[in-house]
Structure formats: structure tokens, C-alpha cells
């Protein structure tokens, strides 16, 4: 294949082409960067309560005004203090506004202003002092008729954080006026008057920083010792069925500070790791569970939980008080009102002046008769009747003929 031979001519002509093109691309790189310095702003003209929002390219208030249907009169003011021309915002046109100015309760002005109600105060050449506040904010334009009420601050002082500290505010709740005086409430800190409670002149606000400290220890769980009863055995006769073991645990605990000083300690939750394992002591029940002495004619069948030391005339040593009165005797029933099996031991009570489960040693007044350990585990029909005081289970009903009706010593042991 033969090369093409490009002539003068043609040469001419592509070096021609490839000028226009650059130049073509110079001016439209050049149209770019003019237009590049154009910036769209967005901005809001507010009048009167109305407001229009304009979309122009940078320029001054009053070029962006001039797309809206509000004018700048004689007397208005044009507020730019939200407005830039790089970045637009908001233009207000304050119109002159009567304005009613009360400090607390009385009328001290009434004037014309434009602007803002921060104007109005500064018009009227009233002073703010510190923590007096407007009815409404210092920068809010004014509008017809519009009463401005000055809240003038009274001292607080407040305790916190080790310090007291005086405070000015015009009142509001507690909460209110710690949260403007920049003092943040933990979630579980004490304050003195509630958080909801009015402020007044002369009060006193205390806060109480509440912290927590939180810590596990592993602790050894001790063992109990438990006494099991052997009716084959006399009471002298002790041995020892389980020996007893130690468990462990992890205790979590949870410390309370209150300004600092720890107020309280309490375990939040326990893991157990290891069972502790009861002692179990195993002693004999028979005969000698009375202050070493054998009864062989003892009624009740309940063995008590421990041993009842007597004195010489087989009465308690230790017991918290006595109650003499009548006794009867019953044999009927199989359950007790308090769920009890019914046997000897288990004695019938008026709940109202001999609790259940109250523990008792009864014996008759003239010795005659022994009942022994007993507990306040049912009532009878005798309550209506304050003649009696206790019912008592006797086995057989010849043996319940037999006790009849007699005086007997109640003694409530320890």
C-alpha cells in the first residue's frame, strides 16, 4: 500500500482547523469561569408576619427586596443581622410599633418603636440587670400593639458540688433554675426543694451528688448447723450425722455515695459456686428433754426444739410471761385450723390474745397434770367464751372426761 502525499493546500487548511478549535475551547473555558462566579442564594423576606423567599444571585438587600412586593418606608428598618450576600438567610422590614412596657406588674412606658422588643427596652431606657428576663426574647421583632412585661431576678443560693453559690432568676421551678444556671442533675442526685417545686423569693436549693461503686468479692457461705431428733435415744445421747462444709460464692455489691461519703452497701446479686452442706446433729428425744428430769406422764407428743430447764417445782427458768386461766380438753379432728396434723401438743387458742405458732409449756395449777411443749396451732369454739383460755389435745376420750375442766399455768417461752 502507498503512502498519501498531503500538499501544501492541505496542510494550510488542517493547521487552519486545529486554531479554531482552540479558540472555540479558550472562550467556553472562559464562559465557565464566569459563570463559576455567580452564586445562587436562597433568602427570606419577612414583613409584618409575612414572608416571601427569593432565589437570586448574590447581591444587596435592597436589590433582593426590590423581587418582593414589601417596600422600605419612611420610618422602617431593614434588620440584616441574619442576612449575608454570599450566603443569603433572612431580611426583616421592622415597621414603628406602639408598645406597652411593663415593669412586673405596672406600666412604666408606652412608646413607638422599630425593631426588635431588645429596642424597645433600650428606647425606653429602662436597665436590665442581671437575670431579669423579657415576656418574650430580646431579639423578637415587634408586632401592633404588643405589651412587653420586664421579670425581675431575685438571689438564690445553691448548694453543690461542695459550694454554695447565688444565683439570679426571675423563678420557675427547681429543675428550671439549675438548668440555666448550668448545673447538670445526675439521674439519681437529691434535691432540696423537688426538681418540680416552685422557686420563690428567700428559698434555698441544695443538691446532692449521687454516685455508685460497683465491685465482686468471692465469700465463703457458711455452713448451718440443723438438730435431728431420735426418739430411741435419751436426750444426753448426741452425735453427729453430716459434718458440715463450707460453700462459696460471688457477691456483687454496689456502694452508694452521697456528696462523697459512702451511705450504703448492698449486694446486687449473688453466684453461687460451690453448695454449702449442712452439720446435721442427731440427739435423742426420749425422756429427758425437761431440765434433765424424766417424765413418764408428759401428754404432749411435740418434742420441743430444744431443752426446757425447770426449777425445782417442774416450772420454766426462762420464759416471757405466764397466763393462768381455765383449760378444757378435746380428741376430735385429724387437721387443725392452721393446716397442723392434730396430736398432742397442738392446743387450741384464741389467735386475738395467743398468736399461732407461739410457743407454750403448760402445766395444771395443782400439778396434777403435765401437758409439756406445746404451740398454738388451732382455735376452738371456746373462743366465745372467756371463761376458757385453751383447749387442749388429750388422746381418748375417757382421758379427756378425766382432765375435765381446770385451771392450768400458760407459760410463753422465749
Known sequence: MKARVITADEGIKHFRLKVIIAVIVLI????????????????????????????????????????????????DRLITDYFSAENGGFLIIAKPHQVLLYDEDELIKILTVTGTAGDAVAQAGVEL?????????????????????????????????GETKK???????????????????GEDDIVSPAKDEEITKSRKIKVQRVTYKTYKKTEVIPFETKIEYDED????????????????????????????????????????????????????????????????????EVVPPYRIDLDENNRPINYK????????????????????????????????????????????????????????????????????????????YDACKQFGRRNVDIYVLE
Open 233 to 300: 435415744k435419751y436426750y444426753e445421747e448426741v452425735s453427729v450425722k453430716q459434718k458440715g462444709k463450707d460453700g462459696k460464692a460471688v457477691n456483687y455489691y454496689k456502694e452508694t455515695y452521697i456528696d462523697g461519703k459512702k451511705t450504703k452497701t448492698e449486694i446486687t446479686e449473688t453466684k453461687i459456686k460451690k453448695e454449702a452442706r449442712d452439720k446435721i446433729i442427731l440427739r435423742g428425744s426420749k425422756g429427758s428433754l425437761y431440765g434433765g428430769k424424766v417424765y413418764d406422764k408428759v401428754i404432749s
Open 28 to 75: 467556553l473555558l472562559s464562559c465557565g469561569t464566569v459563570a463559576a462566579t455567580e452564586t445562587v442564594v436562597k433568602t427570606t423576606v419577612m414583613c409584618e408576619g409575612e414572608a416571601k423567599t427569593v432565589i437570586t444571585l448574590s447581591g444587596e438587600p435592597e436589590t433582593i427586596i426590590a423581587h418582593t412586593p414589601y417596600k422600605i418606608e419612611e420610618g
Open 321 to 396: 410471761k405466764k397466763i393462768t386461766g381455765k383449760a378444757t380438753a378435746y380428741c376430735t379432728g385429724t387437721i387443725t385450723s392452721t393446716g397442723r396434723r392434730a396430736q398432742p401438743g397442738v392446743v387450741a387458742v384464741d389467735p386475738r390474745e395467743i398468736p399461732y405458732g407461739t410457743k407454750l409449756y403448760i402445766v395444771s395449777s395443782d400439778n396434777r397434770y403435765v401437758y409439756g411443749y406445746a404451740i398454738a396451732g388451732d382455735t376452738g369454739g371456746f373462743i366465745h367464751n372467756s371463761s376458757t383460755v385453751v383447749d387442749l389435745y388429750i388422746r381418748g
Open 167 to 185: 444565683i439570679n432568676t426571675v423563678g420557675g421551678t427547681t429543675e428550671k433554675v439549675l438548668k440555666k444556671a448550668g448545673i447538670i442533675l
Open 129 to 161: 440587670k442581671d437575670g431579669d428576663e423579657l415576656s418574650i426574647g430580646e431579639h423578637i421583632v415587634l408586632s401592633s400593639d404588643m405589651k412587653l412585661k420586664i421579670e425581675r431576678a431575685f438571689t438564690v443560693k445553691v448548694t453543690v458540688d
